[in-house]
């Protein structure tokens, strides 16, 4: 009769190991799974994209360059086709097996060595398998080694099952495991010689039957033996892969030790973990009394002398083997260090400890610490066609597979057409594809031609449009040693030899850039699309201009902006003279825009200074308005709500419920330290449930740590012109808010708290039933936000030039310092400037402080916030004086003479400036001194 102590020390040790390998299965499952959906396509993703999509045909290898090229068999491209029919079309889906495949090999190589050996050396190899890096890196890959590893071991386990116990039903279960195996890699044949062998050395086998598989196991190694006596022939007639050197053997080498982790550690760490390594695995397959060692030796061994056959042949690449072998070596080596830790047992756990630490170090340098470099930049691609492209466009891609790997993340609305050509892009192949792209360029108006290097090299398709097209924009993605080649093509050519009827007709100049028209949206355009303006420019000089358009409202806040040099290809700097040039810039209204009328603006800048380029003629200084356009309501769609909330803080389920009529979906604060004076911004994405049934105020608040608000306002949730009585249910809105931080704030952390106001001035409550613990609360905390400290000196110090420049602004200039008599072209100036303020400034400026010449233009400039940008003027003390140092490069063409310094303030939203007191009169600048240019 057993006692219940013993039974419970019995079930102990049997519930020990089964939570030991659950808690290896889910850190396993994390490492594999972790940013699995966000992992970009890499050039086995591509190969195994275009079998899975390229259809029937193409799943058994017959479809396509690259489907036919693939050596592979079919049975794990169907098994991913189905999981993407159940789980959809995403990266996630598309590299599932293989991760699933490296979390079900820790419970096999448990089971594999529990059965061969003991479950402590199970549970050694569970946690080598699970802290692999070679398997790792294979499972967050579509490619299917990691399911040949699973599948080799379970044929191992199978039969040994089927051996000590005689059941038929497990050696039926490990020829099915073998053949899938086969059917996935054709490099699992040498699996079923490693059976023979298992089933040889069993003492449980027939005796006739160990006969006959020891004769068919020697004619096999007999014509193992006829490949390599060919391939050393070959080796010796100088036709041998290996014929190059020993690289080779040195990358099957270094592959191996990507199964200990010492090819993802630093040279001096490397070495000495992979002779341990060795060590350890020599030990557990050669040790006398090791139940099981043959039969891993064997399923080490003939993996490995496959490969260096191939190498010898020179048919194939031995890569292919390495996950097949590896469990082999990690039960091996967990039967090593059972063996130590059973006779040495400190040299034992030290050994263990130091495995699994190195291979867990480079497990985590492979996928965490070190950016993992991509072979194709298909998602780069894809983005920058969805930000530019607009109707009238098609995709032009040179090669098939490179368009699966495209719209796998392409998630635009204009058509992409696939060009299959041959290597070259010549002969008849070529021929068809310039066919093909002059028939698009009748029916489109702009062509995206997309190359990569999966795609041809340069064919016709790009010779035809190179010939008979305008090339606008060309751009070049780099992702690890791979490039990605895009290039817009105009059909029509931008430059027009007659004026067209323009909506609105205006001459302001530029710089060397006359604008002498536009036309504006006609229709009103929803949130998420774009507003689509011409713009009709003349170049009467070379100038270097980048075009800026922003959408602002009535009270004059930005809500999108777009910014970009006009045809890149032929920027304008080079275009013709005095010939009109057709521009058609495309500016994105956001979505959850609120509806209403906003104005669209314009200012042209110099993309290298950096400068605005002021209207010189026909327009006053600032932005020029270009008119109205009308933006309607966004719904808020599932699709829209989850790719908005990238880059947000996204509240999970359907949001933070406020009563029944509106939830927050998603919300970003910025900054996250801010200094006294400084503004905090806070952008709100509502979704309204149904019409609100009277207005709504939001109330933010900065709080301190004792819950006292240090500053707060209440405002209309998203916009003054859209109030809640106007929403409409189920629209998405987004809102934002700017909070002053006090310049009198105290350093520390703040809480930034939302509340809602029903017309009553009632607080509304948070009714979410995802969030049980918000029942009954109707404040939500936003985030937290550190208050910097800043040292404010109030005495006046030692200033070289004394001024009194007063302002309009209650901000004084009290002088300056650090400007010699004269300066040398190619030399900086260096000069600090000192302020005080008379009282706390409520606007932001920015410094401009400028070198004119003789003419009064510009030689050097510098503008920003003061203090190189850490001291807003919101944040002075009254009393307080700021020294503000700027730095301006003298040009080094820059003639002898005497310049002038001045400097400026202004807000930079409106671009006005502030008015100074000299003589009894306001003037827009002050000026410093002069400065001698020149020896």
Not at 674 to 689: C, I, K, M, S, T
Request: net charge neutral.
């Amino acid at each position: 009769m057993v006692r219940g102590t013993d039974r419970d020390a019995t079930k102990g040790r049997r519930l020990a190991p089964v939570l030991a390998i659950a808690f290896l299965c889910v850190l396993a499952y994390g490492a594999c799974t972790w940013h699995l959906a966000a992992r970009p396509l890499v050039k086995d993703d591509v190969l195994t994209l275009s079998r899975v999509d390229g259809g029937v045909p193409a799943l058994f290898g017959l479809g396509g360059s690259l489907a036919g090229a693939d050596p592979y068999p079919p049975l794990y491209f169907v098994a991913v086709a189905a999981f993407r029919e159940l789980a959809g079309p995403s990266g996630f889906a598309l590299r599932f097996i293989s991760a699933a495949f490296a979390v079900l090999l820790v419970p096999l190589l448990y089971a594999a060595g529990a059965r061969i050996w003991s479950r402590r050396a199970g549970l050694l190899a569970a946690a080598l398998g699970a802290l692999s890096p070679l398997y790792l890196a294979h499972s967050q890959e579509a490619r299917m080694y990691t399911v040949v590893a699973g599948l080799g071991v379970a044929s191992i386990y199978a039969l040994a099952r089927a051996l000590d116990e005689q059941d038929r039903t497990w050696l039926i279960a490990a020829v099915v495991a073998a053949a899938a195996a086969v059917l996935t890699d054709y490099r699992a044949v040498v699996l079923f010689p490693v059976l023979g062998l298992q089933a040889v050395f069993s003492d449980r086998l027939p005796r006739p039957w160990r006969l006959g598989l020891t004769i068919g196991l020697t004619a096999a190694l007999l014509a193992g033996l006829s490949v390599v006596a060919a391939g050393l022939l070959g080796l010796r007639a100088g036709t041998s892969a290996l014929q190059s050197g020993a690289r080779p053997i040195a990358t099957l080498a270094d592959e191996l030790r990507g199964l200990f982790g010492g090819a993802y550690l630093p040279a001096r760490v490397s070495g000495p973990l992979d002779a341990l390594w060795l060590v350890v695995l020599l030990l557990g397959v050669l040790w006398p009394s090791a139940r099981g060692g043959a039969v891993v030796l064997a399923y080490l061994c003939l993996p490995l002398l496959a490969a260096v056959g191939e190498l010898l042949v020179g048919r194939g690449t031995h890569g292919g083997y390495l996950p097949l072998l590896g469990p082999a070596v990690y039960l091996g080596v967990a039967r090593g260090l059972e063996c130590c830790t059973g006779r040495l047992r400190p040299a034992g756990v030290a050994a263990t400890l130091i495995l699994l630490g190195g291979m867990g170090v480079a497990s985590y340098r492979q996928v965490a610490a070190v950016p993992r470099a991509t072979d194709c930049p298909y998602r780069e691609l894809a983005q920058a066609i969805e930000c530019g492209e607009r109707p009238g466009d098609v995709i032009l891609v040179s090669g098939g597979e490179s368009t699966m790997a495209l719209l796998h993340y392409y998630r635009g609305t204009i058509p992409a057409v696939p060009l299959t050509l041959s290597p070259d892009g010549s002969g008849a192949d070529g021929a068809a594809a310039a066919d093909v792209t002059a028939d698009l360029a009748s029916r489109f108006a702009r062509v995206w031609l997309v190359r990569t290097d999966l795609s041809p090299a340069r064919g016709e398709a790009e010779a035809w449009l190179t010939e008979h097209a305008f090339l606008a924009d060309r751009r070049v993605y780099q992702a690890g040693t791979a490039e990605g080649l895009l290039e817009l093509y105009l059909t029509q050519s931008p430059s027009l030899s007659a004026e067209p009827p323009y909506q609105h007709r205006t001459e302001v100049s530029f710089g060397g850039l006359r604008l002498e028209g536009y036309d504006l949206p006609l229709r009103p355009v929803m949130g998420g699309q774009k507003a689509w303006v011409t713009l009709y420019w003349r170049s009467l000089a070379p100038q270097h201009a980048r075009v800026s358009l922003r959408l602002v409202d009535r009270q004059g806040r930005e809500w999108a902006r777009a910014d970009e040099i006009p045809y890149p290809a032929l920027p304008p700097e080079r275009w013709p003279r005095n010939v009109l040039m057709r521009y058609e810039p495309g500016l994105g209204v956001p979505p959850g825009l609120p509806p209403g009328w906003y104005n669209i603006e314009l200012r042209v800048y110099d993309p290298i200074s950096h400068r605005p380029i002021e209207p010189a003629s026909g327009a006053a200084p600032g932005p020029l308005q270009l008119g109205p356009v009308l933006v309607e309501a966004t719904w808020a769609r599932p699709a829209l709500v989850e790719k908005l909330s990238r880059g947000l803080e996204a509240l999970g389920g359907r949001g933070m419920a406020f009563d029944e009529d509106v939830a927050l979906r998603a919300f970003r604060l910025e900054p996250q330290e801010v200094q006294p004076g400084a503004w905090l911004h806070v952008d709100l994405y509502w979704e309204v449930r149904s019409r609100p049934k009277g207005d709504l105020a939001l109330e933010l608040a900065l709080v301190d740590s004792q819950g006292m608000p240090v500053t707060s306002q209440v405002v209309s949730p998203v916009a003054s012109w859209y109030p809640p009585a106007a929403w409409r249910a189920e629209e998405l809105l987004w809102a934002q808010h700017d909070l002053l931080v006090p310049p009198r704030a105290r350093p520390g952390v703040y809480r930034l708290e939302l509340r809602m106001r029903d017309p009553s001035g009632r607080l509304v409550p948070i009714r979410d039933r995802w969030r049980f613990w918000t029942w009954g609360v109707d404040v939500a905390t936003l985030g937290r936000v550190r208050v910097a400290q800043v040292p404010q000196e109030r005495s006046l110090p030692h200033i070289q030039h004394r001024l009194d420049a007063r302002t309009t602004a209650g901000v004084d200039l009290l002088g300056y310092e650090g400007v010699p008599e004269r300066i040398r072209p190619g030399e900086t100036l260096e000069l600090t400037l000192y302020w005080r303020a008379t009282s706390v400034p409520k606007v932001s400026y920015k410094v401009s402080v400028q070198m004119l010449d003789r003419q009064h233009s510009i030689l050097a400039q510098d503008d920003s916030i003061p203090a190189g940008w850490s001291r807003p003027t919101t944040g002075w003390a009254a009393g307080e004086v700021v020294g503000d140092g700027h730095r301006l490069p003298v040009p080094a063409s820059a003639a002898p003479q005497q310049a002038t310094l001045i400097v400026a303030l202004y807000d930079e939203d409106t671009g006005r400036r502030v008015q100074w007191f000299e003589g009894g009169q306001l003037r827009e600048y002050v000026e410093l001194c002069q400065l001698g240019i020149g020896e």
